[in-house]
């Protein structure tokens, strides 16, 4: 399929398999650009967590791993994103002699992200990347998110078109900067991160919410923030829906 030429504007006139709405048209402009969270967006985190926790409690204990998981929220308060390997440095401080925690950062550092991807993912990124010009967007530290993205075959799949941000919807210029576009189209679990980019953007961003992992499903969420232009089930139906949803309404 080759890339349209067309705009791409509030998917609340489409069907969520891209049916297209009445009294459409398409538009040309330069091109779209889609910007991909990671965590409960294209991998499964959820089960990353799970994983780890287990490793800490088989290795340490429950009273150690529930330690670790306090110091790891502490600190998400503190600096509004994930810091696993700062959780786990200051979980460090409070056992200065343990050398097992030496194996708790191999394990982080190493673990198999690849296959925490969510079935289609690949896909997914590949459909879009023949609509437009797919981008990773996402939050976190400087060194164990890049690491996850490249471990995960994420970073390759986008051809190293990848920005992590403290906070990312607080840097939609930068975003603009270095890649240009004549529509952003946003795909994210968090419908809080949705919501500010489309009072950022406006009509220059289509809202893609992906129903995935504790914070898709999080009742309180849900009911906090307004619906994204579009939702999906699962990441994988973004590689079955065809040029069309990709129009204007008149």
């Excluded at 795909?187 to 961003?205: E, F, P, V």
């Excluded at 009742?219 to 579009?230: G, I, N, R, V």
Aim: glycine letters at 6%; a neutral charge.
């Amino acid at each position: 399929m080759t890339a349209p030429s067309v705009k791409a504007f509030p998917a609340r006139a489409y069907t969520a398999r891209g049916a297209p709405a009445q009294n459409v048209k398409q538009v040309a402009v330069s091109r779209t650009v889609f910007l991909f969270d990671v965590d409960n967006t294209l991998l499964d985190n959820d089960a990353v967590q799970a994983d780890l926790s287990a490793h800490l409690e088989r290795e340490f204990g429950r009273a150690s791993r529930d330690r670790y998981w306090a110091l790891f929220e502490q600190l998400r308060v503190e600096l509004g994103y994930a810091d696993y390997l700062g959780a786990l440095q200051r979980y460090r401080l409070e056992n200065l002699d343990d050398p097992q925690l030496l194996q708790v950062s191999a394990f982080l550092v190493d673990y198999p992200f690849a296959e925490r991807l969510y079935p289609g993912a690949l896909a997914a990124l590949a459909h879009c990347g023949r609509l437009g010009q797919t981008v990773i967007l996402s939050d976190g530290d400087v060194v164990f998110q890049p690491r996850k993205v490249q471990r995960a075959g994420l970073w390759a799949a986008v051809a190293g078109r990848v920005l992590i941000y403290l906070h990312k919807e607080q840097m939609l210029p930068a975003v603009e900067r270095r890649y240009p576009g004549g529509h952003y189209v946003m795909i994210d679990d968090k419908l809080r991160i949705l919501t500010a980019m489309k009072r950022a953007w406006g009509a220059k961003l289509t809202t893609i919410f992906a129903r995935q992992g504790h914070y898709a499903l999080d009742p309180c969420e849900l009911a906090a923030y307004p619906a994204a232009d579009l939702t999906v089930e699962r990441i994988g139906e973004l590689a079955e829906w065809d040029q069309d949803w990709l129009k204007v309404p008149t």
